[in-house]
């Protein structure tokens, strides 16, 4: 079956820096997306990794291991409005999305 | 670029009646739209695959005849919720897919909150 396992809470402190690991098992891959999703509010899209290594974009890095199955989302300088779950998917061989359940980061001042 | 719509954004109805969420691309086709439905605290689930001029292909477990979807144009589908149940209250959220060089990216309309009573 495939499966995306990510933790379900995380907690840090302003200005600090957290990784949200995301480990996958799926039938092809595609791609593997981080999302941001506010408390009411759909997704928006943070990275897409599809080539092994690290993508840098601002405060937020996302890593890709294809070997490993596993990725992980890197947030630098944490800020209060990052509060908010981050969705780990992964792009399968019919080019669609399998979602990990979530990860809900608590950000304490 | 590639903002979708989704319209309403909340709906409370009775028990029984049929609701109907409308799903738009606004600057972009999309030949493939997608509907997933959050419920609390949990990650979207998949109901089902629109595309444009074909039927709907739907996720296992999930009711064709009560989740109606139509794909009519490349910038619009709908999911008609039909004798809505409270069961299917929920947050529903419908993402349009734009093929990049490299990679397909869906990009996500804001969800419409639908409350059975």
């Known amino acids: 079956g495939q499966n995306i396992d990510q933790p379900t809470e995380m907690t840090a402190t302003e200005g600090a820096i957290v990784q949200i690991n995301c480990t996958y098992q799926t039938s092809g891959f595609n791609g593997l997306f981080w999302y941001q999703q506010h408390a009411g509010e759909a997704p928006t899209f943070l990275s897409y990794?599809?080539l092994d290594g690290l993508e840098e974009k601002g405060r937020f890095s996302s890593f890709l291991s294809r070997s490993k199955g596993y990725s992980y989302l890197l947030l630098k300088e944490l800020q209060m409005k990052d509060s908010a779950s981050y969705l780990c998917?992964?792009?399968?061989?019919?080019?669609?999305?399998?979602w990990g359940a979530g990860t809900k980061l608590i950000i304490k001042p | 670029g590639a903002v979708v719509s989704q319209h309403p954004s909340w709906v409370i109805c009775k028990s029984g009646t049929s609701v109907k969420i409308e799903c738009r691309s606004l600057?972009?086709?999309?030949?493939?739209m997608f509907w997933y439905r959050q419920f609390p605290k949990q990650s979207l689930m998949l109901m089902a695959t629109s595309n444009e001029g074909s039927k709907a292909t739907y996720e296992q477990g999930v009711e064709k005849d009560k989740f109606l979807i139509n794909h009519a144009s490349l910038t619009l589908s709908t999911l008609t919720v039909t004798s809505a149940h409270p069961e299917d209250s929920s947050f529903y959220i419908c993402s349009a897919t734009l093929y990049r060089d490299s990679y397909n990216e869906q990009f996500f309309g804001p969800g419409t909150r639908l409350t059975v009573l």
């Open positions: 990794n599809v």
């Open positions: 600057d972009f086709q999309a030949t493939t």
């Open positions: 998917a992964v792009m399968d061989s019919n080019y669609q999305l399998i």
